[in-house]
């Protein structure tokens, strides 16, 4: 297999990781990594089932204690923080977030202004400013006094995305936000966090498996194989045959796509080729 070199990430960077190992048993799952996620940019992970994508965006998020290493926001050890200061800053969506039984969407997507509240800080009219907008945002206002246990799949994804708007963080990270959504959800939710992005200037990070949207909507990809970057920088830069070979051990093309002239990667079947070769 071809060697592919690791391309340096911009240095640029509020959220970083440094020699960072993580795992949940004796066996670490991510081991040694370096990584810098570019400030005011959308960043996309990619890569191969079981290679440690979630696993990274649990330590990045604070929710995985490194066993080596160490995850850096603004220049400290994040574990080092105080949860709530965290918090204002850093918003999480996980991949199979759990409400309360019984809560109802407006609830829900408020408790997303709790990091801003302490002793003294009681509910305030910006608080409800912020909800509103979020829920806007996400076409879930008319779903307000729903209960969330009573939406479909699709709509409960958008309401857990409402919730981390609300929380108003400078960074915001998604592990597979488009869980659950169909094509069209799926692009109308990806247009959501650019345009979020591009009017608000907040760092996205996401784990998405669609490689052909990953490379559509990111401005920095890292693709992973085994808990390690094979490869990060721009779609362009990243989206090459090799790198797809390597991380996937997917046959492919990849070619110009004509509509965003982002790199679309089209799988060479075996079974297409054969029968292809048949008819010739």
């Known amino acids: 297999m071809t060697a592919i070199p690791t391309i340096a990430a911009t240095p640029t960077s509020r959220l970083s990781a440094a020699q960072l190992s993580l795992g949940y048993t004796d066996e670490p799952i991510v081991s040694d990594l370096d990584l810098q996620i570019p400030d005011g940019r959308v960043t996309v992970i990619v890569g191969a089932n079981a290679c440690g994508k979630s696993t990274l965006l649990r330590g990045l998020a604070r929710l995985l204690k490194p066993k080596a290493g160490a995850v850096l926001l603004d220049g400290e050890a994040i574990h080092r923080q105080p949860t709530k200061q965290v918090a204002r800053v850093l918003g999480l969506l996980p991949q199979n977030p759990v409400a309360p039984e019984g809560v109802t969407v407006v609830d829900l997507v408020g ?64 592990d597979e936000p488009t869980t659950y959504l169909d094509v069209a959800h799926q692009v109308e939710m990806l247009d959501l966090l650019a345009d979020l992005n591009a009017r608000r200037g907040t760092t996205i990070v996401m784990v998405l498996h669609d490689l052909n949207l990953s490379a559509r909507y990111a401005d920095h990809l890292v693709a992973l194989r085994d808990g390690r970057v094979v490869a990060a920088g721009t779609p362009r830069e990243v989206v090459t045959e090799d790198v797809v070979r390597a991380v996937f051990g997917l046959d492919n093309r990849v070619i110009d796509d004509p509509v965003s002239h982002t790199p679309l990667v089209v799988p060479v079947s075996r079974h297409r080729a054969r029968r292809t070769k048949e008819d010739s």
Not at 127 to 137: M, S
Not at 139 to 168: C, F, H, N, P, Y
């Open 111 to 174: 408790r997303g202004r709790h990091p801003h509240h302490g002793a003294f800080r009681r509910w305030t009219r910006a608080d409800d400013e912020a909800v509103t907008e979020a829920l806007v945002l996400t076409d879930t206002l008319a779903l307000a006094e729903r209960a969330v246990d009573e939406l479909s799949g699709g709509q409960r994804q958008r309401v857990w995305i409402a919730m981390a708007l609300a929380q108003g963080t400078d960074l915001l990270l998604l």
